[in-house]
């Protein structure tokens, strides 16, 4: 009789709970999307993602950070740890496990470094969707091939790795067309994906708002839409005559093959998504319009992901967002409200990150939501100066500011994580951004310096006054000092002498006051 181990009763008992674990699934399929696509359905149109808030602390989501990031550890799998899993299913064992990839890219321009340091921020892509790197290898090609993605001889060797060690996924850092997954599947017999699947999947994990969950799911379905497939003649059957179904009457005939109902239902679900997104699309712009009519100043921080734009936020308004060391931890953008040292008041935008070769359906998706950074008056550009290649992280996010109208906007470069960066790269880059600073948001270096120059930055009221106010108008006094610029105030026997400027409806009530 064969008698379990301890370790096997242990795993075999215990089997259903780990396989609930949110981060290390594997990515749904189309017909696992359904539960998803059911949380979407129940929006609400009065909803509004960016609706700014005092960070005083009576804020409620002053802790959410702390929570979210709690609640998105709670299970984690140690990589290397092998147990005895045979009385373990299938499916519960790939539940389990961390999937294990192998990287493939192929280098057509550039030097060696900037291929290897595209390879190495997708290990960071894959390590992040919860799966473990074997192996990386990329290709010296003019154009990645057609059929295959990478040469036909390096398809067998792929396949070779890929038997030698192990993996379960072929990772390729591009976007391939349906034709080239299709031949490089069949050629290395395990599941292949590209850079712009992997994306979608780490959003699909990180979304937490109706809004973000919505966009990422649009994203989703415009890629999944064009890549349809299926084994054998499974997609190709057609409903007619007396099926099993029962069609009866008005059923028979040709009908529709089951590619043509998948590509209908997910046309139909991206249209409601579509309309969903239009109505709070609305409401963000109903928010946006009610801070240019108060002529509240507006500051976005952008940047590459994992650069510390939440990080810089919380420290410059203490907003409490979540902080993780992970590429894209953040996609539902936060706006705080706070105050320069004479009062002024402005809101602070954290933003979605930016990375190279963002895909354009995510683009396309989060336009809503990136739009918060061109309505904006000063972009706080965000480059992690411990980067190998900070430079080429500026190029990367001002290619998407420029696709989303945000190029002509003000900017201030500011030069994040100098506790970790080499001081020769820092002083580089602050010699070639000639508008810069160099901060440490973890250390809370230079930020005092970055706080002067966001407040330089900020576009100054339009009108200017010399006025003689009450001390009966305290209240007046008070708009001054939150939506004015205030260069000289006297205190007098009649009242308080102010000189500075204003916005044009409170310089329209102090010239009643005029001096």
Known sequence: MHMQTYAER???NHAEDFSLSEELDETASWDETDDAVSEADDFESGYAEDDYVSPDGDDPEASTGALDLAERHQLRRVAGLRTELEDITEVEYRQLRLEKVVLVGVWTEGTVQDAENSLAELALLAET???EVLEGIYQRRQNPDPATYVGRGKVDAIREIVQATGADTVICDGELAPSQLRNLEDRVKVKVVDRTALILDIFAQHAKSKEGKAQVELAQLNYMKQRLRGWGGNLSRQVGGRVAGGAGIGGRGPGETKIETDRRRINDRIAKLRRDLKALRGTRQTMRQERRRNQVPSVAIAGYTNAGKSSLLNRLTGAGVLV????????????????????RVYTMSDTVGFVRHLPHQLVEAFRSTLEEVADADLIVHVVDGSHPDPEGQLSAVREVLADIGAGDVPELVVVNKTD????????RLLRSEPHSVAVSAR??????????AIEGDLPRPAYTFDALVPYARGDLVDRIHRDGEIDDLEHTADGTRIKGRATEALAGELSAYAV
Do not use: N
């Open 324 to 343: 993780e060391d992970a590429l894209f931890a953040t996609l539902d953008p936060t706006t705080r409200r706070t105050q320069t040292k004479d009062g």
């Open 443 to 452: 250390t809370g270096a230079g930020i005092a310096e970055a706080v002067t």
């Open 420 to 427: 970790l960066a080499d001081p020769l790269v820092v002083q």
């Open 129 to 131: 969707a919860g799966a």
């Open 10 to 12: 242990h795993m075999t």
